[in-house]
């Protein structure tokens, strides 16, 4: 892979990386609600996401979702059920899941580990972005030169970027907490995120196109 090829590559990711989805929204809902810590488990757990779909990308796993139209519907809808599913426990949160001081609302503490596998479930569950890796890993390999440190290189650079945006978007959405953690606003944010959820995975689900 030459310093070139990289760049490019570097380009697009930053791209792809920058621009608002399901793990940006996720992060920010967690730093909200729980803290940079739990956004920072979040976002770990969304980059363990991204090195599994980038080694399907390249074992030739995802060249058969590409080409398979049955498995690419079943990962796709398995995929946007979990997005619904996601958006309907938020909207529905009981008020029992918060604890209230001084007329404020606390969620109660979520833990490390479920937050983590959750992060991870969303950066699985748009088989779009297989297909994405799948067709862009291999315009930035040289097929003649190791395959293994071009792709450690790919993924190590996508990873970073990831985590690297993510933590931003959790930074500021953590600054905005103070402004949001009452009753009505609290429950505005989860209806809003989980309005959005839906909205991703009823657009997944009603999608054509690979």
Not at 18 to 33: C, E, F
Not at 56 to 80: D, M, P, R
Not at 171 to 195: D, F, M
Request: proline share 3%; net charge positive.
């Amino acid at each position: 892979m030459t310093i070139q090829s990289w760049l490019m590559y570097l380009t697009l990711v930053i791209v792809a990386t920058s621009t608002p989805g399901p793990a940006v929204l996720l992060i920010m809902t967690n730093s909200t609600l729980h803290g940079r810590r739990k956004a920072t488990i979040a976002a770990l757990g969304n980059i363990l996401g991204l090195l599994c779909l980038g080694i399907i990308a390249v074992t030739g796993l995802g060249a058969i979702l590409k080409t398979s139209e049955i498995i690419f519907n079943t990962v796709k809808y398995i995929g946007a059920v979990y997005l619904i599913y996601l958006g309907v426990k938020l909207i529905f949160q009981k008020s029992s899941d918060f604890t209230q001081n001084n007329n404020q609302f606390t969620p109660k503490a979520v833990s490390s580990q479920k937050i983590f596998f959750q992060a991870i479930g969303v950066a699985l569950s748009n088989p779009k972005a297989i297909v994405f890796l799948t067709a862009l890993f291999p315009q930035f390999i040289n097929v003649n030169s190791a395959l293994i440190p071009q792709f450690s290189i790919l993924i190590v650079t996508l990873m970073f970027f990831s985590f690297s945006f993510l933590m931003v978007y959790a930074l500021v959405a953590y600054k905005a907490k103070n402004c949001i953690t009452n009753p009505s606003r609290i429950k505005a944010v989860n209806r809003t995120s989980g309005s959005i959820f839906i909205g991703l995975g009823v657009l997944m689900a009603t999608s054509t196109n690979k």
